[in-house]
């Protein structure tokens, strides 16, 4: 009965850091472009005295 | 720099062309390089980039821009206050998605173990936890739902939305009765479930609607056009189109659209009509000859005095008629309220009869109540409010893949039903735009030096030959000196020859398009054009009449131009239409019980696509052809259309079996619920399964359009 106290309240918590993490996200613009971020991975980043 | 940053502006620019990581790296890496660019943001999935730029930066500095880097761009206007409103209702849908979903899952959690047998001061304990988590989910999640029910319900009438919300009122309210007077079952696991299903359909379906539009708005092409105005001192400066007054004299060049109504003030050149009237042949424009806004200039570049700008505009008059066209086509009841007409009375009876039924049979009002919830929790269209969305954007991403862009599921649905399909002649059944007819005429080194003289210049006809030439994979020859002159055509020395591509030295007889390469003066050979079928037109027509459509043409362009069209087609014809007419004529049909499915893409046809049952677009039609269509389809190919009426009605086919399965289900579960079954462990396992199964039914559609 002891553990639950405990538990629960971890197990509430770890939940609403994801619903935090992910509402931080899509405030973030990570869902706008998503066919978009799968391609940038291929996108070589300019070099910097290119500048 | 924050000197700079504070006078920069933002803008949109539609880039259709963007297909792979190698455009992005390229536009947002070239894009700055311009003095007057700041930053450069690619958003692949709508196909825009988001610009900061100084603020003398003019619109076709910008655009120019961009064609160095070999894009072509549009501005996108005063458009994105619009199309962030319904992004915006995506991402609160998308929050309330996770916001149930988190609840569902913690309160599963909790349930589990009273499932399990925690009995006493846990399950109280568990019960008072659960309810704390869905209280603020319900008001949270269930405001759209509450929302729309009760709109319906204050108009006197009822939707999904009203048996859903007093089930899940009702059912919250219980629980918590439940909860305190220390009972067995609580149902906020299932309140919370219902929520979160209900919520990912309605989701899905706004998501499919947001792309399509990013999709439409990145191929409108005249938004935020505007016109290079000639000041009394000969100066010229970039006036937007919404700026345009009367009087102003506009610069048009070969190869751009008017921006307003005027008459020919300087110069003389031939005008295509085709996106206005449907015209094929361009006509002539001298001087004093008026002229209208959206109508494409071909020849050379003339000044134009201008007469009425925006709303006064020739396009104002056919922009009304598709106001007044497109309100016959808000009457159409979507399938989903049409099965809730039914299904929510019922629903409310069962409920009502099952609580009658147990206090006649002396259980006490506190268990018939439980039994009544119980019953509402389990015909509460779960799998219904899934049915329907699910289907609608697996099937919207198919044909997305074979080219078409579909604006929302209503559209699917009335394409399903279709029995007629009236179809515009200029530019959809042909490709509406010149297409050069004799070039097998010419040996190797015409056709060389004809690309070669082609390819450097932007109007109209060079840029038919180039593709054309480019398609048959001629190679250029080297030329040098390359001078183009407008109104005369490109010259340039090829081995000390001078070679010119132009007008044609003699007029040709028909008012055909015409033009003519000739080496050191004497004519090598004079190009043809005409406007070309679509490759796969008479396949198309097959199709369609094989899929129990029947075509037929309605083209406002005169009838010998149409005619030679329609006899290698086998289609009858109706020519010389107003945009009335066509109205007219799909009224005539829609009269005598068809479903008409209009194809077309000019601006004459837009009050024609608006009335339409259902209608398409080529991605090359007028903006308002595509704004007033359903779907879009793009390429060069017509078949796209009957692929989509193949997946739109497979898609009908697939809702009903899941309104059947559904139906079905609701069948064996309604009695158990009856007899008092159903827990709240029962209803858990029939929910999630019901939604899955209907889910998975949906995902066939994805092979549908082979």
Redesign the interface.
């Known amino acids: 009965?002891n553990g639950?106290l405990v538990l629960?309240p971890v197990?509430?918590g770890l939940?609403?850091i994801?619903?935090a993490a992910?509402?931080w996200s899509?405030r973030g613009g990570q869902?706008?472009?998503?066919?978009?971020a799968a391609?940038?991975?291929?996108?070589?980043d300019?070099e910097e005295d290119?500048r | 720099m924050t000197e700079a940053a504070a006078l920069l502006v933002e803008r949109d620019f539609a880039v259709p062309d963007i297909r792979?990581?190698?455009c992005?790296?390229k536009l947002?890496?070239g894009l700055v390089r311009d003095r007057r660019i700041a930053a450069a943001r690619?958003?692949?999935?709508?196909k825009r980039v988001h610009i900061s730029c100084t603020l003398d930066a003019e619109t076709p500095e910008l655009i120019g821009a961009f064609s160095l880097l070999g894009f072509e761009a549009h501005p996108i206007g005063d458009g994105p206050a619009e199309v962030d409103g319904g992004a915006s209702d995506s991402?609160a849908l998308?929050?309330a998605v996770?916001?149930a979903g988190?609840a569902m899952?913690?309160i599963m959690?909790?349930s589990v173990s009273v499932w399990s047998g925690a009995s006493g001061a846990?399950r109280d304990?568990f019960h008072w936890?659960s309810a704390a988590?869905a209280l603020p989910t319900v008001a949270y999640a269930g405001r759209s739902f509450f929302r729309s029910a009760w709109r319906a319900v204050r108009h006197g009438r009822t939707n999904m939305d009203v048996p859903i919300s007093i089930g899940v009122l009702i059912a919250t309210a219980l629980s918590l009765y439940e909860t305190a007077t220390h009972g067995p079952h609580a149902y906020f696991d299932g309140v919370v479930m219902l929520l979160f299903f209900l919520l990912c359909g309605r989701w899905l379906d706004s998501v499919m609607r947001d792309r399509a539009r990013g999709g439409v708005t990145a191929l409108l092409r005249n938004m935020g056009t505007g016109a290079m105005v000639v000041g009394a001192d000969e100066t010229s400066r970039w006036v937007d189109a919404t700026a345009l007054e009367p009087g102003m004299v506009m610069l048009v060049a070969a190869g751009e659209r008017l921006a307003a109504d005027g008459v020919v003030a300087g110069g003389a050149s031939r005008i295509d009509l085709s996106l206005l009237t449907g015209e094929s042949a361009p006509r002539e424009a001298r001087l004093g000859d008026p002229v209208h806004a959206g109508t494409l200039n071909i020849e050379a570049p003339i000044r134009v005095r201008v007469t009425a700008a925006g709303a006064d505009t020739a396009i104002a008059d056919i922009a009304r008629l598709m106001g007044e066209a497109a309100q016959g086509k808000s009457r159409y009841v979507r399938i989903a309220d049409r099965a809730a007409r039914y299904y929510a009375p019922a629903v409310h009876t069962l409920a009502l009869l099952a609580f009658a039924g147990w206090m006649v049979a002396g259980a006490g009002w506190h268990h018939s109540l439980l039994i009544a919830v119980a019953v509402l929790i389990i015909t509460c269209p779960c799998a219904l409010g899934l049915a329907v969305p699910a289907a609608q954007i697996v099937a919207a991403g198919t044909l997305m893949r074979v080219g078409v862009l579909v604006k929302d599921g209503s559209a699917l649905e009335r394409l399903a039903d279709v029995d007629r399909a009236m179809i515009d002649k200029t530019g959809t059944l042909t490709l509406g735009r010149p297409v050069a007819t004799n070039l097998d005429e010419a040996d190797a080194t015409v056709r060389a030096l004809l690309l070669a003289l082609a390819r450097a210049s932007r109007h109209p006809l060079s840029e038919a030959l180039t593709r054309d030439l480019t398609a048959a994979g001629v190679t250029p020859l080297a030329v040098e000196a390359i001078r183009e002159t407008p109104g005369f055509g490109v010259e340039a020395e090829w081995e000390g020859r001078r070679v010119t591509l132009g007008r044609p030295a003699q007029p040709t007889t028909d008012s055909a398009l015409a033009t003519q390469l000739a080496i050191d003066g004497a004519p090598a050979l004079t190009v043809r054009f005409a406007d070309a079928l679509r490759p796969d037109a008479a396949d198309t027509i097959a199709a369609l009449r094989q899929a129990d459509v029947a075509p037929s043409i309605l083209s406002g362009d005169r009838a010998a131009a149409v005619a030679p069209v329609a006899r290698s087609l086998g289609l009858t014809a109706q020519t010389g239409m107003s945009p009335q007419d066509k109205l007219a004529a799909i009224a005539r049909q829609t009269a005598a019980g068809h479903r008409v499915l209009m194809i077309g893409d000019g601006l004459n046809d837009g009050p024609a696509l608006a009335a339409g049952h259902a209608s398409i677009a080529p991605g090359s039609a007028s903006d308002a052809g595509k704004n007033a269509a359903d779907c879009i389809f793009l390429g060069d190919r017509l078949m796209p259309v009957v692929q989509a009426i193949r997946v739109a009605r497979r898609t009908q086919a697939i809702v009903r079996q899941n309104f059947a399965l559904a139906i079905g289900y609701n069948i064996i579960a309604v009695p158990l619920a009856f007899m008092g079954y159903v827990t709240p462990l029962v209803a858990a396992i029939a929910m999630s399964g019901s939604s899955l199964i209907v889910v998975g039914n949906a995902l066939r559609l994805k092979g549908a359009a082979r």
């Open positions: 009965m639950l629960i197990a509430l939940g609403l994801g619903l992910f509402f899509l869902f706008d472009d998503l066919d978009g391609l940038r991975i291929f996108v070589e300019e290119a | 792979c990581a190698g992005i790296a947002e890496q690619v958003n692949f999935t709508e991402r998308l929050r996770a916001v988190f899952m913690n959690l909790l846990t304990l936890l988590i």
